[in-house]
């Protein structure tokens, strides 16, 4: 399947895509309003909340502005380089999911991304008002999957 065939394809099956979809593909989020879906050879990830939607989107945006400095990028409007991006989304909502539940501090995973997002927007009012500086240290500090070493033969 050519690129842009399957881009049209996933835009046509796929209407309301996760912004945190990395993330949830990268087996380090969940969340109870994500669908899964296999497209030729790849997975994608749909959001079956209009609201839960827009504050993931609201909320991602504000965290990819607040770590710019930090992730030493000039810019940052729309999707960020894959590993930066993975860094934001996962780094972010870590660090969020260490806010709202300290005895999460030491997890690798979020469990429930919608679930996380709206007992933010209860406990602060609105996706603005979250301590971002806090939740920068997170990105900045979160490490992916390390490099695999060569295999001996």
């Known amino acids: 399947m050519e ?46 909340s209009d609201i839960g939607n827009r504050r993931c989107i609201v909320l991602l945006e504000t965290m990819r502005r607040n770590a710019r400095f ?3 990028l000039t810019r940052a409007e729309g999707p960020l380089p894959h590993n930066k991006e993975i860094r934001v989304q996962t780094g972010g909502m870590l660090g969020l999911q260490q806010l709202l539940w300290p005895d999460r501090a030491n997890s690798e995973t979020v469990e429930n991304i919608y679930g996380l997002v709206k007992q933010a927007v209860s406990k602060f009012g609105q996706l603005d008002a979250l301590p971002y500086d806090r939740i920068v240290h997170s990105i900045v500090s979160f490490q992916g999957r390390k490099k695999r070493g060569k295999r001996s033969k």
Not at 10 to 21: A, G, L, M, P, V
């Open 70 to 72: 930090s992730l030493q």
């Open 3 to 48: 690129e842009q065939e399957y881009r049209t394809t996933y835009q046509s099956i796929n209407q309301r895509r996760c912004i945190f979809e990395k993330s949830v593909n990268a087996r380090r989020c969940t969340c109870e309003q994500s669908a899964r879906f296999c497209l030729a050879d790849r997975e994608g990830v749909a959001c079956n």
